[in-house]
């Protein structure tokens, strides 16, 4: 059995990254494998935005990595900077920054580069998408 | 610690990836990590000098390379096959870099913990 840290660098939608980076972590759970931490950086930031609404025939990437993370309890890290830069925010952030609305949904939290960094001291393997 | 090479493959300006993963560079080495750099492809064209990144509209993380050493990331490779295809001359590189043969990268490659794309 490995321990996985899984990078995600690929947009909710444009990329099939994101889709990519989701089936392995299927895979690799399914096969008794751990994965540790799901880190999103540089454009993998958008796949936190729970204003995200693709139409119903369509795969919601979003939702998906919701419910990896609620069913095997598997922490889904947001690069705190890449995702500010991208307009992905947190409560905190909004109010932070003096911003209206944010859209980062709870089960994505935010951290520095630092944690994926920690996380792959951590790790067997880091795993990029 | 693990060792980590960090590899750019992308021109300047187009895009964001060598920022950021020069941000991960960086953070990787202050965290004690053993990191190592590679340029290859487009992204050697990083290495000239008098580059004005601001006039493209972004911010000058080019002239942070300069302060690699300072981070401790002394391994800095620059490879020789893709400076000759973009017409790249040993005096032109604006930090100090070690040319090598692209079988050195894969050497670097295989001996690393863990490689990163940006």
């Known amino acids: 059995m490995s321990k996985f840290i899984i990078q995600v660098n690929g947009s909710v939608y ?12 299927q ?6 494998h751990q994965i540790i931490n799901v880190f999103f950086y540089q454009d993998g930031v958008t796949n936190s935005s729970a204003l995200t609404c693709p139409a119903s025939d369509e795969i919601d990437m ?24 991208r307009g992905v925010l947190s409560p905190q ?20 580069l630092g944690e994926l960094v920690v996380g792959i001291e951590h790790a067997d393997r880091l795993i990029s998408f | 610690m693990k060792s980590l090479v960090i590899i750019f493959r992308h021109a300047p300006l187009g895009t964001t990836s060598t920022r950021e993963g020069l941000d991960f560079a960086m953070l990787s080495a202050s965290f004690e990590q053993q990191v190592s750099i590679v340029f290859t492809n ?24 300069k302060a690699l050493s300072l981070y401790d990331i002394d391994t800095v490779l620059v490879c020789a096959e893709s400076m000759t295809t ?16 692209p079988q050195a990268i894969t050497d670097a490659l295989q001996a690393a913990d863990e490689v990163l794309v940006f």
């Open chain 2, 42 to 65: 487009e992204a050697v064209l990083h290495l000239l000098a008098g580059q004005a990144p601001e006039q493209a509209g972004s911010k000058d993380y080019v002239s942070a390379f």
């Open chain 1, 93 to 112: 952030d909004a109010t932070e920054n003096g911003k209206p609305q944010w859209n980062s949904s709870d089960a994505f939290t935010m951290g520095g």
């Open chain 1, 62 to 85: 979003h939702s998906n990595w919701q419910s990896l993370s609620l069913q095997y309890a598997i922490p889904l890290t947001n690069c705190v900077s890449a995702a500010l830069r």
């Open chain 1, 14 to 25: 444009g990329s099939t990254a994101s889709f990519r980076a989701l089936s392995f972590c």
């Open chain 1, 27 to 32: 895979s690799a759970l399914a096969n008794g």
């Open chain 2, 86 to 101: 973009l017409g790249l001359q040993a005096d032109e590189l604006s930090i100090s870099a070690t040319i090598v043969a």
